[in-house]
């Protein structure tokens, strides 16, 4: 038996809805979050079009041999970085006024693994090997308002579509929990003398990938105590833990600093939710917008070709802000992120053209206004801390993230000390 797919009316509501305007097709992203039992769709949005394509179908359609699948994957590439912790991409759906035949199953299967390859290659983590690894393709026909859901294992680009039941639920995400953190972020990446040569953004992407390393493997206290994973969120044994991690110094030739305070968030289904899909879904919120601002900060200077400065010089550089709003009927919101010479009616046109909903500016939540991060290089620099789980010292770090949760009334309190990162606390949110 294939998956099961609970999906938000409106979504359904917003597939009828898209008019083909004498297209031979439009294709979008499915949004949502996976479990083991069963994955949720709380949103759908369509891959805007290019204006070459917007003007060619004027005179002819277009067959879905030409759908584009560079311009479809940097959409969910997009996308994906105004998803909170616990929501992905799920798959892609295709419309088109005739119903389903091998041309249209076929350019679904290349969509989706497309769209899967493109999005992993910018994750600083993995999946496990417990997660759902199954990626859905829908097509919708605008003329019999037929749907055929089908599933791929994305691990196996040779597997064979698998029937998948897709069933609407009003309300669907109206009472997700939510989960919300400041991380204070001081992430030091010294740089040896071969490093010191590389850009910028390379140096900073590897020092990412070590503080990762160090937001995986730390420990989070619930209430104080450490839950055992497999519990529900607020209930569950507690368990005792003494994790360490070593601090070593080590000479280097200059120095990349990330520094400052990022806003986290994100949303667990409300069917039974365990300790581990809480963990990790805000470290994964946490590993994603601080990569996410990096990856931002990096295309700006790109595209405004402002020069990195040489040898001795310093470097000094904003990170974006991160801006909400809200998904309405539901208790999720998605996000977006905002330089400080951007308005508010930017934004709100990108929500739009990347989500294709409606967004008010009175709408746009504005997570950090002071205390924002920021990168900065410097050379020369005679010695460093540096973090390492496999060499000794004698005097240990702890690494720990605790979290106290407190139902209805909402709060929790957290806090970590390691060497490359400072505090976290938690907000944890429940009707």
């Known amino acids: ?25 439009v294709s979008g992203l499915l949004i949502g979050q996976c479990s083991s039992q069963k994955d949720y769709v709380i949103l759908a949005t369509r ?33 994906s970085r105004m998803l909170p912790g616990g929501l992905l991409v799920l798959g892609v759906f295709i419309i088109t006024t005739l119903e389903m035949g091998n041309e249209f199953q076929n350019t679904l299967h290349r969509l989706v693994f497309a769209v899967e390859k493109s999005m992993n290659k910018k994750r600083l983590w993995n999946f496990t090997d417990e997660e759902v690894s199954e990626r859905v393709t829908l097509h919708f026909c605008s003329s ?9 294992d994305i691990h196996n680009p040779k597997s064979s579509a698998k029937p998948a039941d897709w069933k609407y639920q009003n309300g669907l995400s109206a009472s997700w929990l939510s989960l919300e953190c400041t991380v204070y972020i001081n992430i030091h990446v010294p740089l040896s003398t071969t490093s010191v040569s590389y850009t910028l953004e390379k140096n900073t992407k590897n020092g990412l990938i070590h503080w990762a390393k160090q937001i995986e493997n730390s420990i989070y206290l619930i209430n104080g105590q450490v839950k055992d994973e497999d519990c529900d969120l607020l209930e569950g044994q507690l368990l005792n833990s ?15 600093n990330l520094k400052g305070a990022v806003k986290c968030r994100a949303y667990i289904h409300s069917n039974k939710p365990k300790v581990k899909d809480a963990v990790q879904a805000m470290k994964r919120d946490i590993l994603n917008t601080v990569a ?5 900060l990096f295309e700006d200077l790109l595209l405004n070709e402002i020069p990195e400065k040489k040898d001795s010089e310093k470097e000094f550089h904003i990170l974006p802000h991160r801006v909400f709003v809200p998904i309405p009927g539901s208790t999720v919101m ?69 979290l106290k949760i407190q139902q209805n009334i909402g709060v929790i309190a957290a806090f970590a000390v390691a060497a490359l990162a400072a505090g976290i606390s938690f907000h944890y949110f429940s009707d």
């Not at 038996?1 to 097709?25: D, H, P, W």
């Not at 996410?292 to 931002?296: L, S, V």
């Not at 294709?356 to 709408?363: L, T």
């Open 334 to 402: 998605l996000c977006d992120y905002k330089f400080g010479d951007e308005s508010a009616e930017e934004i709100r046109d990108h929500f739009i053209e990347m989500l294709d909903h409606m967004i008010q500016i009175e709408d746009l939540e504005i997570a950090e206004e002071i205390n924002t991060a920021c990168v900065s290089s410097s050379m020369n620099t005679e010695a460093s801390l540096d973090n390492t789980d496999d060499e000794p010292s004698k005097q240990p770090i702890k690494t720990t993230i605790v």
């Open 1 to 25: 038996m294939g998956r099961t797919y609970i999906v938000e009316e409106t979504v359904g509501q917003y597939l009828s809805n898209i008019s083909l305007q004498g297209k031979a097709f």
């Open 47 to 79: 891959t805007p079009p290019k204006e070459e394509q917007d003007e060619s179908s004027k005179h002819s359609k277009a067959k879905l041999d030409n759908l584009d699948e560079e311009w479809a994957t940097e959409h969910a590439n997009q996308v």
């Open 144 to 152: 019999t308002k037929k749907i055929f859901c089908r599933t791929y």
């Open 292 to 296: 996410d601002r990096c990856e931002i």
């Open 242 to 256: 003494d994790h360490r991690s070593t601090a070593t110094v080590q000479i280097c030739s200059g120095s990349v």
